[in-house]
Each structure stands twice: as C-alpha cells, then as structure tokens.
C-alpha cells in the first residue's frame, strides 16, 4: 500500500497569501494517478486536480498541481475567502485507492 | 448535470449488515469510460476509499474490508450498491458514493453522502 503524507498539517494564511501544500508518497506515484481536492465542512470533496498538474473542470486557475515520483505540491497562488478549507491528496496504485490525513488552510 | 444520491438507513446495530444504494442520474451507469465507487469519513477524520465497480460488475476493493464487503451493480436502475456486514463503531462514517475514470483514478462527482451511525 502506497501511504501518503501532507504537510504541513495546518497552514494559517491570510487572504491574497500564496498556499503551498505538499504530499509526499511511500513510493513512487504515476502522475496520471495523483490528485487534490478540497473540502469544506459538511461538504463532499470536490476535484481541483488530476493527473498532477491537470485542473478539473471549473477550476480557477489560481489552483496549481505540480509534482512526480514520490513529491507532489498543490499551489494557491492568492487564497481567496472561499479557499479555506482541508485539502486531500490521492493516488491510485496496486488497484488501490488512498488519501492523505488533509492539510487544513485555515485563516490567520 | 450527473448526479449522484446516497440512500440507507442511517442508525444500525453493531454485528448487522449495512446496505447502501447509489442512485445515477443525469449520465448511464453503463458508461465504458467510468467506475463507480464508494469512500467514507468518519466523523472528524480522513477519507477511506472502500470499493469500486464497472458497470459489467467487475470490482476492487479495499483489502482491509474485502472479507465484509460486497458492492454491486444494477444497470437496470442507474445504481450501485455496498453492503458491509459485522459493523463495529468503527464503521460509523459518513458514506460517499462517487465515479472516477478508468484513465485518471480520480473521483470527479460525489454524492452529496450520507450519516452511518452504528449502535451498541
């Protein structure tokens, strides 16, 4: 099983700030099977990235995926109010699915 | 708009078996370019992917809950299914169910999911 890392576990930001989040994996991740998605509370995740560095459909273009073998970043060039939230990495490898624990990109 | 709709019930025991259907509407589950699968959090936590299915019925799963866990698929209705029998607490979750690409792996709609509490 490929285990994921993020860090940093809180990030405290204030708006117009650039986001830096890294995940780091076990093992090497093929980067079509690495993605980001944010989720705020009582929500359902919802997809930014894919295959590393590919923004999902409606995407602001602030978000940014960046990344290969083992070391992947998601940028937020200038947060905005609605980007506080917890973000998730995911990679999919050995017919298994994991997720990192969540980075949490709170408001300073 | 693809939509996805979680339903079960949302209390139950612990040693029982917790059934959950997946509704699709909006797109066929019949896609050949899509699987279709199922993810939980429990309360305060990380996500945990559970299982995924084709619409031919072929799946994967998580292995530390293959030995309870069944998905299914029913073209017929647009759903898929989890049942997960000898729950524990530790099963208490929120549900997701969810598609990802047979390409990318990765979950691109998501059901809005759903609260399962289990009971001592």
């Known amino acids: 099983e490929i285990v994921l890392t993020q860090s940093p576990g809180t990030l405290s930001l204030s708006p117009g700030e650039r986001a830096t989040l890294s995940c780091r994996a076990s093992q090497s991740v093929s980067s079509n099977y690495l993605a980001w998605y944010q989720q705020k509370p009582g929500l359902a995740p919802r997809l930014l990235i894919y295959?590393?560095?590919s923004r999902a459909t409606g995407i602001p273009d602030r978000f940014s995926g960046s990344g290969s073998g083992t070391d992947f970043t998601l940028t937020i060039s200038r947060l905005e109010p609605e980007d506080f939230a917890v973000y998730y990495c995911?990679?999919?490898?050995?017919?298994?699915?994991?997720f990192g624990p969540g980075t949490k990109v709170d408001i300073k | 708009q693809l939509q996805l709709q979680e339903s079960g019930p949302g209390l139950v025991k612990a040693s029982e078996t917790l059934s959950l259907t997946c509704t699709v509407s909006g797109g066929s589950i019949s896609s050949s370019s899509f699987y279709w699968g199922w993810i939980r959090q429990p309360p305060g936590e990380g996500l945990e992917w559970i299982g995924s299915i084709y619409y031919s019925g072929r799946n994967f799963c998580n292995p530390s809950l293959t030995s309870r866990l069944t998905i299914s698929v029913d073209t017929s209705k647009n759903q898929f299914s989890l049942k997960l029998s000898s729950l524990t607490a530790a099963d208490t979750a929120v549900y997701y169910c969810?598609?990802?690409?047979?390409?990318?792996?990765?979950?691109?709609?998501w059901g809005q999911g759903t609260l399962v509490t289990v009971s001592s």
């Open positions: 295959g590393a560095s």
């Open positions: 995911q990679q999919y490898g050995y017919s298994l699915f994991t």
């Open positions: 969810a598609r990802h690409g047979s390409v990318w792996y990765s979950f691109d709609y």
